[in-house]
């Protein structure tokens, strides 16, 4: 497998540690950053999300990221977005109020539903249900375990662009991918041999 240069953007509201690490573990160069102008020289940009969205998104403004990373995706540089990261590629996110995404896909960020029979958050291990042929699953079982941890989930408008699910009290999208964008709702960091293949596929994604 080639070294790959990666940028993993920092917007200030947590640790981004384990990332990184799980990134140089399968062969990455990885330079952690909230210059914008590093991101718009990126081969590929991961942004891991943490903490509430309307938070995360005013950490992604006030450096100026927003713009660099909107820039770097219509160049076709590679983005993955990992929990509230996923959450950031759409449109709106209701999380604390209602706050705008990036907007790189149709849909929006809502909570799951006090009415569900499930506890809140979605925390611990649940099954993928993949798409055939999805590019970030190369290798990897329908039915594999993932691991979650979040109280939001994203409603894509656009079925094309779901190419993954998990059933926690209803169905719902846990990955995407529209060309070279993609996001997942687990933590690949936190699961195990799985997560590190498909960040792997994601690095090879080129």
């Known amino acids: 497998m080639k070294i790959n240069d990666v940028i ?10 384990s990332v990184q690490k799980a990134l140089e573990s399968i062969g990455a160069n990885v330079l952690r950053t909230d ?4 991101v718009l020289i990126a ?16 950490g992604l403004r006030t450096r100026g990221l927003e713009s660099a990373i909107k820039e770097v995706v219509v160049r076709g540089v590679p983005l993955l977005g990992i ?27 809502g909570r799951f539903a006090e009415s569900l029979s499930v506890k809140i958050p979605h925390t611990g291990w649940n099954q993928l249900t993949v798409k055939p042929d999805a590019l970030l699953f190369d290798q990897v079982n329908d039915g594999a375990y993932v691991y979650f941890n979040h109280s939001y989930y994203c409603q894509p408008w656009n079925s094309s662009d779901v190419i993954a ?23 690949p ?5 799985v997560g590190l293949k498909i960040l792997k596929n994601f690095l090879e994604a080129v």
């Open 35 to 38: 210059d914008p102008n590093k």
């Open 165 to 187: 699910t998990t059933e926690y009290g209803l169905q719902y999208a846990c990955a995407v991918q529209r060309d070279k964008i993609f996001g997942v709702q687990f933590h």
């Open 83 to 109: 929990c509230v990261g996923m959450q950031a590629l759409f449109e709106v996110g209701e999380e604390m109020g209602e706050h705008a995404g990036l907007g790189l896909l149709p849909g929006r960020v």
């Open 189 to 193: 960091e936190k699961s195990q041999t």
């Open 43 to 58: 081969k590929q940009v991961v942004l891991p999300g943490v903490g509430a969205f309307g938070d995360f998104m005013s």
């Open 8 to 17: 993993l953007i920092d917007a200030g509201t947590g640790n981004l540690r």
